[in-house]
């Protein structure tokens, strides 16, 4: 039946045929970067990994850039509180952000681009919409046209008519209509600005992302994805823009992923209850965070809450406790080649039932629910008294793979005390004066898979961890 996506567009789940056959051309809105990411955040960045991450198993070569922006009014205010230049400021934050998203087990885009390097084609594709007349130029200003855009307010279901009434023209600001939007602000007095026809400025927020898109795929992608707070007027803004450039679809496939309360409250500064990625991974192992936000279908809202994270952490440790008992079984039993074979039938049964349940728009949930289903069949199947090499590899290999899928990890690599590596060097250095090479380089190995560097000086084996 192949893959059913739920559109944005249409609100309907439609078979996912992309452009080009084999092949996905995916976009996902980045961070704005002036802090450490937050829970909501990270949300849509480890729910569109592991659509990814899907896409990918299912055959398709995927294709997925994420921007950063890098240059907007929160970021010129958090450099000014800071006292620091907006390109370190931005800098900083993105190595942050990196560093966040590996520890939830996601994987970088295969591009990140950032405003402030696209400056010139973000000018030039302004252009283009001022000489089609969908834009206009206003005291140093540029403002996008909405009314001229026909089709404008169908991703987010509203009439232009509606949304006149909560528009309004603010201050300083010199528009034709309220509904207009800016592609480009003349700069104030000490900002970090760039040269453009109408002056010195710098982008709007919603011109980055069209552009971003037309720069790495063309005019027509096959998905465009962010967070539900992103539906309007952030992608609403873009498609205008995009097909008033191009006259084609902009994104054929539209999703977003709902929204985090905090003990059922929206989160927020006020309220104290502002959760950043950045701490939260301190106090719990980042893949149960990930295990967290895959346990509730992407679209539905998500609490946060002490009881549910735990119940995630029992959840998580389950399968890993059904692997690691898998590996021991295979590397101690006999593993008779004549036992019996007949759980491969249900270990199939178990991948059917996980691809099912992803095919279904991504249902992580029910995924996980076949993830778990696996592990009690292989509980059961531990229990028997003779075991065959090729189920219990079976096993293994099929709650490997697709714990992967979900950017799960099975291995816990565990973390040695200083204690612990102290004894390790010294029965090393013992080892090679007894000239057993072999055992020293058994330690030796150890160290290096555990992330412990080890540095030889004149005072004796120094160690460091990596």
């Not at 010199?174 to 109408?198: N, V």
Request: aromatic share 10%; net charge negative; with cysteine.
């Amino acid at each position: 039946m192949g893959i059913q996506i739920f559109n944005t567009l249409t609100r309907e789940k439609e078979l996912f045929v992309p452009l080009e056959e084999g092949k996905v051309k995916m976009y996902v809105c980045g961070p704005t970067v002036y802090n450490y990411i937050h829970i909501g955040n990270s949300r849509p960045v480890i729910v569109y990994d592991t659509v990814r991450r899907y896409l990918t198993y299912r055959g398709y070569d995927v294709t997925y850039v994420s921007n950063f922006t890098d240059v907007d009014d929160k970021i010129i205010k958090a450099a000014n509180e800071l006292g620091e230049e907006v390109p370190e400021l931005t800098e900083r934050f993105i190595n942050a952000y990196f560093e966040d998203i590996t520890a939830l087990g996601c994987q970088k885009a295969d591009a990140h681009p950032r405003v402030t390097e696209h400056m010139d084609e973000i000018i030039d594709f302004i252009k283009v919409l001022v000489d089609k007349g969908y834009a206009y130029e206003s005291q140093g200003d540029v403002y996008y046209r909405t009314r001229k855009f026909d089709g404008y307010g169908k991703l987010s279901h509203q009439s232009v008519d509606d949304l006149k009434v909560g528009a309004r023209i603010e201050a300083g600001e010199k528009k034709e209509d309220a509904l207009d939007f800016a592609l480009w602000k003349a700069a104030k007095p000490g900002e970090i600005s760039w040269e453009s026809p109408w002056g010195k400025g710098r982008p709007g927020w919603h011109i980055e992302c069209s552009v971003m898109v037309h720069n790495h795929f063309g005019d027509t992608i096959d998905i465009h994805a962010g967070g539900q707070d992103l539906t309007f007027p952030h992608h609403e803004n873009e498609i205008a823009q995009s097909e008033a450039y191009s006259g084609k679809t902009f994104a054929r496939y539209w999703m977003h992923n709902g929204y985090i309360n905090i003990d059922n409250e929206k989160m927020s500064k006020s309220l104290g209850n502002f959760i950043l990625v950045h701490d939260i991974i301190q106090q719990i192992d980042p893949q149960v965070l990930r295990f967290f936000m895959l346990s509730v279908h992407y679209r539905h809202p998500i609490n946060f809450a002490q009881d549910l994270v735990e119940a995630a952490a029992a959840g998580l440790e389950r399968i890993r406790t059904s692997y690691t008992n898998l590996k021991h079984r295979l590397q101690v039993s006999a593993n008779l080649e004549d036992a019996d074979t007949s759980d491969l039938d249900e270990i199939e049964k178990q991948r059917l039932d996980f691809e099912t349940a992803m095919d279904d728009d991504f249902n992580t949930a029910n995924a996980i629910a076949a993830l778990f289903s696996l592990s009690t069949e292989a509980n059961k199947y531990l229990n028997q008294e003779n075991t065959n090499k090729e189920v219990l590899t079976a096993f293994i290999d099929t709650l490997s793979e697709l714990s992967h899928v979900l950017g799960l990890e099975l291995e816990v690599k565990e973390e040695l005390v200083d204690e612990e590596i102290d004894a390790l060097i010294e029965e090393r250095q013992q080892a090679r004066k007894d000239r057993d090479f072999k055992r020293a380089d058994e330690i030796r190995d150890q160290l290096k898979e555990m992330n412990i560097i080890l540095e030889d000086t004149r005072q004796g084996v120094r160690w460091k961890r990596g």
